[in-house]
């Protein structure tokens, strides 16, 4: 099966900034288009950031203008940028697959453990 590894997540303060890394199969990330999701406390599990093959991205808009999804490719790593945290941020992060409709489903039946972001001062 696939396996994801999601890593970077931790405490900030509001304000600050995370940088979260994917590891995945090389021919999952530089094939499809890749998305980091979370899921808040109480809350589904919804997409956030996406990045197609071809290098579009897309994002919601809870977070546009503040975070960055990009891609490498030689490393098989796919990276969110989070700048201006807020507490509304505070959820487990996920990255997977995603479908070119941008809906809060993934390709990838599979998901990794995730990794936790919580924004507190």
């Known amino acids: 099966q696939v396996q994801f590894v999601e890593s970077g997540g931790g405490l900030v303060q509001p304000g600050g900034s995370l940088r979260l890394s994917c590891a995945a199969p090389?021919?999952?990330?530089?094939?499809?288009?890749m998305g980091w999701y979370r899921r808040a406390p109480g809350q589904t599990r919804k997409l956030v950031a996406a990045?197609?093959?071809?290098?579009?991205?897309n994002y919601a808009d809870s977070v546009k203008g503040r975070f960055t999804i990009s891609r490498d490719n030689a490393k098989n790593t796919v990276y969110l940028q989070m700048n201006s945290l807020t507490p509304e941020d505070t959820a487990v992060y996920y990255c997977?697959?995603?479908?070119?409709?941008?809906?809060?489903?993934?390709?990838?039946?599979?998901w990794g453990q995730g990794t936790q972001v919580t924004v507190s001062s």
């Open positions: 090389g021919s999952i990330i530089t094939m499809n288009t």
């Open positions: 997977n697959a995603a479908l070119i409709d941008y809906s809060d489903y993934a390709r990838c039946d599979s």
């Open positions: 990045i197609a093959s071809g290098g579009t991205t």
